[in-house]
């Protein structure tokens, strides 16, 4: 079977999701992967269902930042 080529949109989202700290990425994961909700997630990881909610904000939220940060130029950010 041949392998498929990779997206550029791919391959930004894998180097986005690179950045995240371990637990956000975990989170996402099990979230997009598994299809987990919270409170999986929570079981999972030994956290509460409020922190998987936290991190899994705060991974779709540094996401965003890395993705829409990788689209522009530096010199635009001023």
Known sequence: MPNTPR?????QL???ASRLRPIEREVLLLSAREGLRYDGIAERLGISSE???GHLA???YRLDRELERQARPWWKFW
Do not use: G, M, N, Y
């Open 14 to 16: 894998e180097k986005a």
């Open 7 to 11: 997206t550029p949109r791919l391959d």
């Open 58 to 60: 705060d991974a779709l």
């Open 51 to 53: 922190e998987a909610r």
